[in-house]
DNA sequence: ATCTTTCCGTACCGATTGGTACGAATAAGG
DNA sequence: CCTTATTCGTACCAATCGGTACGGAAAGAT
């Protein structure tokens, strides 16, 4: 969708770097408030005239998504790899909370997250992504949980879809707090008691 | 601080009604995301010009301080009985799994909830009383927890200052969950299962 | 050289934001 | 009556928002 490879013909050469005005929004939505972050913002950051950015992406709409698809490519695909590991329950469960509480990527928080929770906020194609996205999370928590159970990994009360749910907003929770300055070492500790319900024993100091 | 009651001497007689402007505005803010709520909007809502608001309220930020000041008043203290309830430990996580997942007041989430994750978007003034808020329910959950240990209703193994935030956060993630309308039913199994971590032995079904 | 095509950015648009200048209105005191 | 005090609201302000009209610049085609 997004315009990345135009023919390169007649006119007059385009130096415009799609790429970079990307990353450039990527970086700004990561740090701060996507709805806090201006498309006048994002031209001064990444030295371009307004109506190149609106030739390239349209709408703020499209530039937001297209910043959700780059930021989705590069971050949390790692978090769907640690799902799809298909290593054990607690190794995976280990792995989440060190990502979530650790993993200096989301010592400003996640911008999946951070638009999920102003999701009346966003534009359509935004809006519409941010739901792609957040049904697939939980599609992976609850395959991931699946395997579990039937591994016997996991022979806990509550139903799969609840329990993917549980940990989507668990680990969510934890990197919200991430953003709003909260000490990792607290965070981790919260994040590992919520999902302490997974085992019978699971205590971590 | 509001200027409830001025002396009604010499001028002109005021027509400016501050309470139903603050119910108006507590309304609006509960109804909304506050940070979604402009003056205009409010003046437009309760009827009256933008000056006269501006005059008994001094700024947007003193409009939004004092709104939390009313629902404070008017709901927050509710929480802050259920925790000073004395009863034991379980009665009162019960009580406090009713009041995020079932009370009618909390359909469209907490105001208090709702500026503290947009805590960057608020005034000086509002902001200086939600971390106040914050700082006394999370003293509200560590008094609570500390009598449960004390009285040996409650033996776990988190200290009580870690465990008051974890509390504090998972009736925060409830009621949020509420005001994006996820279905009661799910996020009081969720915050059921986030508190069993109190008890050994707690499932609900 | 001229035409055509494509992209560039200055300079604008209307809407909305929080906030205010200022004169009319309405009372009591003299 | 006139003065003084207080509140009223219309009509404005500058700043910022997302978005665009438009003329110039830079290339290939003829």
Redesign the interface.
């Known amino acids: 969708m997004t315009d990345t490879e135009s023919r390169a013909g007649r006119g007059r050469p385009r130096t415009l770097d799609a790429e970079q005005v990307l990353d450039v929004a990527v970086a700004a939505y990561w740090k701060d408030?996507p709805?806090?972050v201006s498309v006048n913002a994002i031209c001064q950051l990444a030295g371009v005239s307004k109506p190149s950015l609106y030739r390239a992406f349209g709408s703020e709409d499209g530039l937001t998504r297209a910043a959700l698809d780059v930021y989705s490519a590069r971050v949390l695909s790692d978090v769907f790899a640690i799902l799809q590991g298909g290593r054990g329950l607690w190794p995976t469960l280990e792995a989440l909370i060190d990502f979530a509480s650790a993993d200096p990527r989301m010592e400003t928080g996640c911008v999946f997250y951070k638009m999920r929770?102003?999701?009346?906020?966003l534009g359509p194609l935004t809006r519409a992504r941010v739901e792609e996205l957040d049904q697939a999370a939980l599609g992976a928590y609850a395959a991931f949980l699946r395997a579990c159970r039937e591994s016997g990994d996991w022979t806990g009360?509550?139903p799969v879809e609840?329990?993917a749910?549980?940990l989507n907003?668990?680990v969510a929770?934890a990197i919200t707090?991430r953003a709003?300055g909260e000490d990792p070492a607290?965070i981790r500790?919260?994040l590992g008691?919520?999902l302490?319900?997974f085992s019978g024993a699971a205590?971590r100091s």
């Open positions: 408030d709805a806090d929770a102003g999701k009346h906020r009360g509550p609840a329990a749910k549980y907003e668990q929770l707090q709003s607290r500790e919260m008691l919520a302490s319900v205590d």
